[in-house]
């Protein structure tokens, strides 16, 4: 079955004993239990629950994985897969990265021994330079938030399978619609399903994917011990918002190549970053690995004072945090999503203070268009 179907009827689809085409939100914290030593199935919603099981389901199945963990954010199922290693691990990462990610590796995971080293992993040589004797995973973003670096995962991949250590990928920016990273021999895939999987800017989620029996087995038990679960009602706005998300999110691309070509014509814009440019440094690798190159966009203005003009200004586009929605939203990464980034990593990937990104949503191009000329004047 082809994705498109797929994202429509999700896993089951339906809720076999009624009918319903709407998968039912099972708004229940426990199970009653036939008898003793008995169980439906469904014993209590940290370890189950039919809404949530449901989604993870079509998660794992859009990835072509065979287990998917729903939970209540993206940072929680980025710290459930460092539950996977010990004191003493070390992980290479990408050093272009959710200011998140990087705040939690740093903040959290660091004072419990394990180490880290980030490095600019579209250059692969510098990923295997990189590895340790301790060495146990590599985490990619690509395409990287904000600088939209592409870093080659079934090159990554070699590297670590020689290695025998994990490859992690974060897919969140181009989602299983577009990218699929364990079909290129990655082993755990992660989400941010606040993004373009719930697609509407209205609930947090995040996700793991995996095609592993043993690795599965490990998540399924940090996630049931660690709690951090996704509520029925969010799942199911998830799964109602995975619906939609072809349609969505080919928009957003369509969208984003025309605003990226015109940012690319303005005389106030120095530099655009948009992997759909032919002329991007990732542009021929994302055609290999990916089919689409999604709807983010980072560009510099050629004078730091522009910056707030365009941010105080912009109307249709608002000013804000997150990205993926069906509206379009700008941010402004340096005091935003990347302020936990020292500077001396900031100045090295080029996340300065003239350095706008955009989540292009589904509206008219010509008002987004616009709206950019208005705000940029
Ligand atoms: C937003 C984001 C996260 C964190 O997800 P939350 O749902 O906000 O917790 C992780 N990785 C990427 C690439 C993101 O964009």
């Known amino acids: 079955m082809r994705i498109e179907t797929k994202l429509v009827h999700g896993c089951k689809g339906f809720d076999p004993t009624t009918g319903a085409i709407s998968f039912p939100i099972y708004q229940s914290a426990t199970f009653r239990h036939p008898g003793p030593n008995q169980s439906t199935g469904y014993d209590y919603s940290r370890l189950q629950n039919p809404t949530r099981e449901e989604l993870e389901n079509t998660l794992a199945c859009l990835e072509n994985g065979t287990t998917g963990c729903a939970f209540s954010s993206g940072m929680a199922a980025v710290s459930t897969v460092l539950g996977l290693f010990s004191p003493g691990d070390h992980i290479i990462v990408s050093d272009d990265l959710y200011g998140g990610t ?61 290695s025998g250590i994990l490859t992690i990928v974060d897919n969140t920016f181009l989602t299983p619609y577009y990218q699929r990273p364990l079909e290129l021999g990655a082993d755990i895939v992660v989400h941010s399903g606040t993004k373009y999987l719930g697609g509407h800017n209205d609930t947090l989620a995040g996700f793991i994917v995996v095609n592993d029996n043993d690795i ?35 928009r957003q691309e369509q969208n984003a190549l025309a605003i990226a070509k015109w940012l690319k014509d303005n005389k106030s814009v120095e530099k655009v970053f948009y992997v759909g440019l032919p002329e991007h440094e990732g542009y021929e690798i994302s055609k290999r690995q990916a089919s689409g190159f999604g709807g983010m966009i980072s560009f510099t203005v050629n004078k730091v004072e522009l910056v707030e003009r365009i941010l105080e200004r912009v109307k249709v586009i608002a000013f804000a945090e997150s990205l993926g929605g069906v509206e379009s939203l700008i941010t402004y990464p340096i005091v935003q999503t990347h302020s936990a980034i020292p500077k001396e990593i900031r100045d090295r990937i080029g996340v300065n203070e003239q350095l706008l990104r955009l989540s292009v949503g589904i509206e008219c191009v010509d008002d987004l268009i616009k709206d950019l000329e208005q705000a940029i004047g």
């Open 216 to 250: 599965a087995e490990k998540l399924r038990l940090l996630q049931k011990s660690v709690g951090a679960v996704l509520s029925p009602f969010d799942s199911w706005l998830v799964l109602r918002g995975i619906k939609t998300l072809g349609i969505r999110i080919e």
């Open 102 to 162: 990087y705040r939690l590796f740093e903040e959290f995971y660091r004072k419990y021994g394990m180490e880290f080293t980030y490095v600019d992993t579209s250059d692969i040589n510098s990923v295997s330079q990189s590895i340790k004797t301790n060495t146990k995973a590599i985490f990619i973003e690509t395409p990287t938030n904000p600088m939209m670096k592409v870093t080659d995962i079934a090159a990554a991949v070699e590297i670590a399978k020689n």
